[in-house]
């Protein structure tokens, strides 16, 4: 028997494979050969490192990047940064300086090779999968785990195939192929799946391109997305000095992807259905149930670059996407071009030209923030730092800055145009803030215009700006792992703004709580743990626990931690209660490390994203699901519940039954763990379980 054709997603997850049988739905273990971590979450997760009693990390590469906290209000940032300086001295990691650039767009630049795994305690690591990596975001302590050599659990996907075809014409950028996928895919139910890139647009798309569409497959809900390496990798890891990471990698031909079912319902999913219908082979859509749902089932998505037109995102989520005809002309008074999406050499060399010899609108605030010191050092070489200086450009610097809400949030009631993933509510830090997600083209239009604008009328050739043949050189931002004697001689730096994380502990056999927080659909990890002005206290716990769920708070109420610290002091448990795609978004798992240091023991959702359902886990929350959506409407804040028998149902339950003590009521719970997810747990938590089993 010969064996069936792969997909390319396939053959590195088994070159990969240490634990489980490659079947789809498994829980399987596989080896990481590189980590990444960024300040924010990194704290924690060599906090948890040295917890672990890893002396040195075991991975080929380990970097540790800081790009996050960058604003150095007060103490805080300096404090991280130092410490995260010297414990990769300390465990043989590389780090890489502030100023060196955002750690997505750096690790693409200096470390991504094909065929290999990468797992960073970022969601947007899926950036190197636009370099034929299966590249992962994970929780700090997952990551801190992977460091010391330990396997990573995952779903053994269901790989979700998309055809590129043609070639994207002018003004038509890559991120309006992830802005198409996001309206046909939305950010809702692909849990469990990979995305998995093919077809004859690919030969146009240099890495840089590629990566843009892999980093913003993180918003829908995939573990990660993946493309080909094949000529256009090798050109980009030769201008890069690395040609000899290069390695040709694709799906063996004739590999089949889906059938893919989705769940949509018949009225308000009636856009994404047609989506689908537009976009997908083989689609099929099944009779709708009394709730209104139906089964959309198809072969493989296919995207006519030809055909694709610049598209726009608005608040508050990522899917939301709209034709440019339904928002043009509308008044804009920022634009941000940066963030680990569009802030390369050749988005900002687009952007460069465009504004050369002109000047930013009289109305709108133009900020760009580009990617690395690689970047911004190649747009001062050859002038285009000047254009963008010489038009009005605001130069901000080589981080994320804006993107998570440090600094530049735009003024009440105005439209701000941004090149980055994500438009959670509020995360600008302006209330209320209406953020377009487009293009670098786009965004660049916008700014010179004053309004939505189509690129394609502006009346401007579209600058035609080739990968360079070589990139310009010089790492002497990012620290070289220290030998091992030398390793040994560093002195870890701790100022007194870094506090041990609490560890998780065993749930007990009868639970008693109360619903601390009824909430809705598409709670992102910014309702959960806000950051912006916020994130210097990622490093202490206790602090930052006082902002958990900050945007349900009322004026002169108790806050929500304040409520669960009450309610711990009492003995009890809090529980959360949440619609449809609980934890969309960010690895941060402050989401539910915090909560866990509030007393919160339980999450009862109708769906829980695929890395804050492990973050649940791995600090000991139990994460549930409702066995029925009427459940979920029949249940209210504060009401009193009561789980007992929750010793066996982790071992080895299916469902638990949930008694709602005021209102005399019992309803049933989906107990969805991965028999590792189960140990964890009863161990109460990762930590104690990985010292169990080290
Ligand atoms: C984000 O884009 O939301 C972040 C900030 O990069 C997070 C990580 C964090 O919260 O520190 C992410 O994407 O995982
Ligand atoms: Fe940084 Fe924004 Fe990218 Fe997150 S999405 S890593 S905050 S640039």
Redesign the pocket.
Known sequence: MTDAPKTLVEKILREHLVDGDYAVGNEIGIRIDQTLT?D??GTTSYLLLEAMDIPRVKTEASVSYVD?NMAQFGPENHNDHLYLQSVAAAKGVSFSRPGNGICHQVHLERFGAPGKTLLG????TPTGGGMGMIAM?AGGLDVAVAMGGGAFYLTCPQVIGVELKGALQPWVAPKDIILKLLSVLTTRGNVGCMVEYFGDGLASLPAPARATVTNMG?ELGVTTSVFPADEQTRAFLAAQGREDSFRSLTADAGASYGPITKKLHVETDATTIANIQECCTDVTIGEANADGIVAVTFGHVVIDLDALAPLAAGSPSPDNVRELSEIAGKKVSQVLIGSCTNSSFQDLMIVAETLRGRTVHPTVELGIAPGSKQVLTMLSNNGALAALVGAGARILESA?GP??GQGFSPAENTVSLRTV??NFASRTGTTGDMVYLVSPEMAVAAALTGEVTDPRTLGIDCPNIPLPAAFDIDDNMLDAPLDETAAAQVEIIRGSTIVKPPAGDVLPDTLTGEVALHCGDKIT??HIMP?GAL?KY?SNVPEYAKSVFNCFDAEGQPTFAERCLALKADGKASIIVAGDSYGQ????E?AALCPMYLGVRVVIAKAIERIHQANLVNFAILPLTFASAADYDAIEQTDQLEIAGLAAAIASGETVTVQNKTKGTSFECIVNLAPRQREILTAGGLLNYTKQNA
């Open positions: 960024q924010a979450t996050h305690s970022d969601s947007h975001g993180a994320c993107c998570i993933n994500r990890t910014d950051a994130l990622r978004g960010s690895s941060r402050h």
